[in-house]
């Protein structure tokens, strides 16, 4: 008798979005030759991540994901830009450790991908929320260095880290 084992890798759509979401991410450092690169290191290390059910190496590449924005900050690269970057880095991050909990919950072929979205779609509300409060305030103070808003959302990642279960 031979029981059926249970794939645990993430489910499809939160691999899918989190890959997708993170490789929007670096198309907007392009400005930036090496942010880009950097950037592109850290989408392939989240997919390394997401293909192993590798939480550390999710947050390793969403970590490239972010230094790349860094970088990219400080070559000039526009606020929006850095924005919006550092905000498809934070979701690519949540959706990928997400979508491992799911699959180490529940397995791959179960039924997740109402719940999937949902996270999904919160999370990006929620980042973009963030982002445009950074904005706001970075057009508040007068304009400034690129690095204020990043430094913002940097102690909103940091927030959100410290309060993660």
């Known amino acids: 008798m031979s029981t059926a084992a249970i794939d645990d890798a993430p489910p499809r759509a939160s691999t899918a979005i989190a890959i997708g979401v993170a490789a929007i991410g670096t198309l907007s450092l392009a400005l930036s030759g090496p942010a880009a ?61 997400f979508g491992i909990g799911l699959g180490e919950t529940v397995g791959r072929a179960a039924t997740t991908r109402r719940a999937e979205l949902v996270h999904a779609g919160t999370s990006g509300a929620l980042a973009l929320i963030g982002a445009g409060g950074g904005f706001a305030v970075y057009r508040l103070a007068g304009g400034g260095p690129a690095l204020v808003p990043i430094a913002l959302l940097f102690g909103a990642v940091v927030l959100v880290l410290t309060l993660r279960p």
């Open 37 to 97: 690169v950097v950037g592109a290191v850290g989408v392939v290390g989240l997919a390394v991540g997401l293909r192993s059910s590798s939480r550390a190496a999710v947050t390793l590449g969403a970590t490239g994901l972010f230094c790349g924005t860094l970088l990219a900050g400080l070559a000039g690269a526009p606020s929006p830009l850095l924005l919006a970057a550092t905000a498809a880095t934070v979701v690519a991050w949540d959706v990928a450790e």
